[in-house]
Each structure stands twice: as C-alpha cells, then as structure tokens.
C-alpha cells in the first residue's frame, strides 16, 4: 500500500512569490492535515481538509490557504513568500476526521527554502 | 500549545530497553496519548497510542499509570534504527478535527 506523497521535495523560491505544495493521501483515507516544522517553532499544525472541507484550523496568516479535491489529493498554497516561510512542509492523511482510533500517516515533506 | 512534558534528550545503549517517559498532569478523561517519532528530517511515524490500559505492538509497549497523568513509551530491545526524536501528544477524541500539537519531544540517541 503506497504511503502519502508529497511534491515537490524541494523548492527554493524567492521573497514575494507564491508557491503551490501537493500532497496525495493514503487510498481511501478521507483526511489530509498539514504541518510546519522550522528549528525555532518545531511542528506547528497549519490546518485540516476533510471531505473537501476545511475542518481545522492552526494560527498561520492568511497567507498560508489550502484546498482538497474530490480524491482527497489537497494542495497548499503560501502566498507573498517571507525568509520565515521556509521550513519543512509535512502533510499526514488519516482515515476520518475527529476520531479516537484515527493516527494520522506523514508524508516525506517538502523542503522549501525563501531566498 | 502542548499538553506534555518529555526530558529533552535521553541515551540508551544498543540492545537495552529505552524507555521515554512523558508526563501530561492536565490530560481530560477522553484524551488519548500517542506517540510519534521523527528520524532526521523524514516525516513524523506513528508509533503507539492509547487512552487508559497498556498497550503493546510490533513497535512498543505504552505504560499509562492509573491516574493517567504520566506514560512511559519502552522500546524493548533499542537499535541504532530507533535514534530519533520521539513526541508524546495528548489528542482530544472528539474534537473538530484531528490537529496534533507538537512539543519539543525528546531526542533519543541509541550507541553500540
């Protein structure tokens, strides 16, 4: 059974721009969270889609948005790019949403880096 | 912001049980405790969780005391494979989502 998948893995953008990250989640599972991981603020969950519904939601600016389709795949999208910004990008699918019996998988990541 | 406490860093030897205490004195009746571990710079992997009985898998052994304020996370037998930085998580059962707050975790470092 194929784990998550994240893409890119890597990605250096520059200040101001905007960046797209994809995540495809475990066949049949419904949930896809996102996290941040910086050496400063660790993992910091950004936000949850479920059933292509924002569920969840972290304490990241507008900024930072995201979306799922109706296969579960969600893309996140950073916009206005800040030297902050860059961090590993995590994305964990799960089965449900809301559930004690319900760990979440973690992808790789995607490594992005703000010049 | 985390609902747990971990020492920062322990060491075990090659072959020996580790064992990775975590207290969570404020935990509520149906918040559960997971374990995760993250090996540098990959993905978070779940390891174990539970809400008040031990539990045992093909990866470890989770020791909830009765009062449920502290849990201890054994790895039986630790090999090199299992340096890693290990998070404990207490994750509320019926929230409105399934967001998992992170703390600083402790950094296990297993030598031969």
């Known amino acids: 059974k194929a784990g998550v998948t994240q893409t890119p893995r890597y990605l250096i953008k520059t200040r101001g721009q905007q960046v797209t990250l994809s995540c495809s989640p475990i066949?049949?599972?419904?949930?896809v969270s996102w996290y941040q991981q910086t050496p400063g603020q660790g993992l910091q969950f950004l936000f949850e889609y479920f059933s292509e519904t924002q569920r969840n939601k972290g304490n990241f600016p507008g900024r930072f948005s995201g979306r799922q389709f109706s296969n579960s795949r969600s893309e996140m999208n950073v916009s206005t790019l800040e030297l902050g910004d860059s961090a590993l990008y995590l994305c964990?699918?799960?089965?449900?949403?809301?559930?004690?019996?319900?760990?979440?998988?973690f992808g790789p990541g995607t490594r992005l880096t703000v010049l | 912001d985390a609902k747990t406490t971990q020492p920062p860093s322990m060491d075990c030897a090659e072959g020996r049980a580790a064992n990775l205490p975590c207290n969570h004195s404020t935990i509520s009746g149906n918040e559960y405790v997971y374990w995760y571990r993250q090996i540098h710079s990959q993905g978070p992997q779940y390891i174990i969780h539970g809400l008040k009985n031990n539990e045992t898998n093909e990866m470890a052994s989770l020791i909830i005391t009765e009062d449920r304020k502290s849990s201890t996370l054994i790895l039986p037998h630790a090999t090199l494979r299992d340096t890693a930085v290990y998070y404990c998580i207490v994750r509320y059962s019926n929230q409105a989502g399934t967001a998992l707050i992170f703390g600083k975790g402790t950094t296990l470092s297993v030598s031969s």
């Open positions: 066949s049949g599972h419904r949930s």
């Open positions: 964990a699918s799960s089965k449900s949403s809301g559930e004690p019996h319900n760990e979440q998988f």
